[in-house]
T-cell receptor
């Protein structure tokens, strides 16, 4: 699986949009971009995933650049409960099912 | 559905003792994963199963660790003998093929 690079930490004011970047410059054509988050002492939680089109669900939006070498996870109206570590993961679908976590971005929402 | 169920939530044991961690995956999920999380190494995949068969155990640290999945609704991760460096949070996750993983609440293991 392709390696991803994320900033180690970020702050965001409560109520504002949180934009979390991820670089995956070596991504292959059959690899998806997945985002998970881990709230303190809980198991990781799936947020969203995409291949090349932008995606939106009830939790977040995922913007993938046209060359697919980077992406941004957007939490439109961050709340204190969004404080967590966010992991960007690249994963082949239909091949090896393993999900490899990096170090992620620790997002802190400031009241 | 109750989600992925792990037991116990907390385990404290002494060095040299056998430890068994348990996991009940979500019904209908074909894949089961065991992860370990420490401050130093983050989230590491230990092993995963497909239809009860181990597919990739390359993350299992050494022979003291073993995992089994006797049926579709139960898996165990055993450490024998345990050592202080095994102290970590152990997570179990399950998923349908090519889909998102659902994680359990984890087992906090402390080996004294």
């Amino acid at each position: 699986d392709a390696k991803t690079t994320q900033p180690p930490s970020m702050d965001c004011a409560e109520g504002r949009a949180a934009n979390l970047p991820c670089n995956h410059s070596t991504i292959s054509g059959n690899e998806y971009v997945y985002w998970y988050r881990q709230i303190h002492s809980q198991g990781p939680q799936y947020i969203i995933h995409g291949l090349k089109n932008n995606e939106t669900n009830e939790m977040a939006s995922l913007i993938i650049t046209e060359d697919r070498k980077s992406s941004t996870l957007i939490l439109p109206h961050a709340t204190l409960r969004d404080t967590a570590v966010y992991y960007c993961i690249v994963r082949v679908i239909g091949g090896n099912e393993k999900l490899t976590f990096g170090t992620g971005t620790r997002l802190t929402i400031i009241p | 559905d109750a989600g992925v169920i792990q037991s116990p939530r907390h385990e404290v044991t002494e060095m040299g003792q056998e430890v068994t961690l348990r996991c009940k995956p979500i019904s209908g999920h074909d894949y089961l994963f065991w992860y370990r999380q420490t401050m130093m190494r983050g989230l590491e995949l230990l092993i995963y199963f497909n239809n009860n068969v181990p597919i990739d155990d390359s993350g299992m640290p050494e022979d003291r660790f073993s995992a089994k999945m006797p049926n579709a609704s139960f898996s165990t991760l055993k450490i024998q003998p345990s050592e202080p460096r095994d102290s970590a949070v152990y997570f179990c996750a399950s998923s349908p093929p090519g889909r998102k993983l659902f994680f359990g609440s984890g087992t906090q293991l402390s080996v004294l």
